[in-house]
């Protein structure tokens, strides 16, 4: 998996590279939660990157070693169930793991969150 890109049409990869930045600056609660317990590979030494752009989307956090997507649910994916399951589906498509966690989970069930991950990672 190491070296493997997912990129976008250029004109596409523009935008999205510009989206993922402002992202980044202004992560929900959840995503700065998740944030702290990955990043600098505080997570079983894992690389994570945030809000990294892949195909036509911007995940919430990306493992290239595991080909793991992380997003992180707010209550508007309450509305986007079949967008969501379409995003799944192509990523899914080129090779990715998906987990998703509602907002919820991430802020008042870290540990769980973190276990869940750890058993994907091992499967």
Do not use: Y
């Not at 890109?5 to 992560?27: D, E, H, Q, Y």
């Amino acid at each position: 998996m190491k070296g493997r890109k997912f990129i976008a049409k250029p004109s596409l990869w523009t935008k999205l590279t510009v989206a993922a930045g402002n992202m980044r600056g202004a992560p929900t609660l959840a995503e700065a939660a998740m944030w702290e317990q990955l990043r600098n590979r505080r997570f079983n030494r894992l690389k994570f990157r945030r809000q990294h752009p892949i195909d036509r989307f911007v995940v919430d956090f990306f493992c290239p070693e595991k080909a793991l997507v992380i997003e992180i649910d707010g209550p508007i994916h309450n509305k986007t169930i079949a967008e969501d399951k379409e995003r799944e589906e192509i990523l899914t498509a080129h090779g990715l793991k998906v987990l998703r966690f509602p907002n919820e989970n991430v802020l008042q069930n870290m540990a769980g969150v973190l276990r869940t991950l750890e058993m994907a990672l091992k499967a």
